[in-house]
């Protein structure tokens, strides 16, 4: 979908040549031989280059209009694909949890897609600023205990790979991910686990800037019980080996970057193998 285009249009489809040897057809000599296996090589040839685009976004490897096609197609994921695409009801983390425990993530709000406005602490928004805001998703999930819950994001941005890219450079130059100023805010739903889920209950965050869509994905965690936290820490931090800060014994670490990276997954592959639109 391009920019602007209608809801519901339809993608492109990548289709695969037919493999040699396929089913039962004879082998042929002769002149016609040659012309017809020609043939067949400038299909098969046709339908790997339609495979290598189809990849292109998950190994990077791609010419300039495959990637700005897929580029595209992602930026338009936010109102193409359902909510349970990109926010599945259950979400599998196997080895996600300390020391390659695995993780069940349970879906228990989706706020409604929104701009950005109180979505971010007032540093983090100027940050993003230069890439604008299309569109936020965000859904909170908890942990099979209850224990801990988990706010992921994303980030639909009106940016262009170069100033993705830009903003990427900054994030990684200057160590904003580091920054507790820079936490993303956690979405507290009434009635649920997460009810109590604020700014002062934040623990371990993650944010994301990809350079092969105009996507930020970021994941804030924290304790179902509401309690605070003093001594927040990014996830890369709080997960590594000898932490001993309250949220990384925890493994609040781990359900933050454990979750924003399978949420991030499924958003690739959907954008390299879109399903039907919805009508």
């Given at each position: 979908?391009?920019?602007?285009?209608?809801?519901?249009?339809?993608?492109?489809?990548?289709?695969?040549?037919?493999?040699?040897?396929?089913?039962?057809?004879?082998?042929?000599f002769?002149?016609?031989?040659?012309?017809?296996?020609?043939?067949?090589?400038?299909?098969?040839?046709?339908?790997?280059?339609?495979?290598?685009?189809?990849?292109?976004?998950?190994?990077?490897?791609?010419?300039?209009?495959?990637?700005?096609?897929?580029?595209?197609?992602?930026g338009?994921?936010?109102?193409?694909?359902?909510?349970?695409?990109?926010?599945?009801?259950?979400?599998?983390?196997?080895?996600?949890?300390?020391?390659?425990?695995?993780?069940?993530?349970?879906?228990?709000a989706?706020?409604?897609?929104?701009?950005?406005?109180?979505?971010?602490?007032?540093?983090?928004?100027?940050?993003?600023?230069?890439?604008?805001?299309?569109?936020?998703?965000?859904?909170?999930?908890?942990?099979?205990?209850?224990s801990y819950?988990?706010?992921?994001?994303?980030?639909?941005?009106?940016?262009?790979?170069?100033?993705?890219?830009?903003?990427?450079?900054?994030f990684?130059?200057?160590?904003?991910?580091?920054?507790?100023?820079?936490?993303?805010?956690?979405y507290?739903?009434?009635?649920?686990?997460?009810?109590?889920?604020?700014?002062?209950?934040?623990?371990?965050?993650?944010?994301?800037?990809?350079?092969?869509?105009?996507?930020?994905?970021?994941?804030?965690?924290?304790?179902?019980?509401?309690?605070?936290?003093?001594?927040?820490?990014?996830?890369?931090?709080a997960?590594?080996?000898?932490?001993?800060?309250?949220?990384a014994?925890?493994?609040?670490?781990?359900?933050?970057?454990?979750?924003?990276?399978?949420?991030?997954?499924?958003?690739?592959?959907?954008?390299?193998?879109?399903?039907?639109?919805?009508?």
């Amino acid at each position: 979908m391009t920019p602007g285009g209608t809801l519901g249009a339809t993608r492109p489809v990548v289709t695969f040549a037919r493999p040699e040897g396929y089913g039962d057809t004879p082998r042929v000599f002769g002149r016609r031989g040659r012309t017809a296996a020609a043939a067949a090589c400038v299909v098969l040839g046709l339908g790997l280059i339609g495979g290598a685009v189809t990849g292109s976004w998950l190994v990077g490897d791609s010419g300039d209009s495959a990637e700005r096609s897929t580029y595209v197609t992602a930026g338009g994921l936010w109102h193409n694909v359902p909510v349970d695409q990109l926010f599945p009801p259950t979400v599998d983390g196997q080895g996600a949890g300390p020391g390659g425990a695995d993780r069940t993530w349970t879906r228990i709000a989706v706020a409604p897609d929104s701009n950005c406005a109180d979505a971010f602490d007032p540093l983090l928004r100027q940050v993003l600023d230069p890439v604008g805001c299309a569109r936020l998703l965000r859904a909170t999930y908890t942990d099979a205990t209850q224990s801990y819950v988990t706010t992921v994001g994303l980030l639909f941005t009106k940016a262009d790979a170069a100033a993705m890219r830009s903003l990427d450079g900054r994030f990684a130059k200057e160590g904003l991910t580091k920054r507790t100023d820079l936490m993303p805010r956690p979405y507290a739903a009434k009635d649920t686990v997460a009810a109590a889920f604020g700014d002062k209950q934040r623990a371990a965050w993650t944010v994301s800037v990809l350079t092969d869509a105009p996507v930020v994905v970021y994941a804030v965690s924290g304790w179902a019980d509401g309690r605070t936290v003093d001594t927040p820490q990014p996830a890369p931090e709080a997960t590594a080996t000898g932490a001993t800060a309250a949220p990384a014994q925890a493994g609040l670490g781990n359900e933050a970057q454990g979750l924003a990276d399978r949420i991030e997954r499924g958003l690739r592959k959907t954008a390299v193998t879109p399903s039907e639109q919805p009508s």
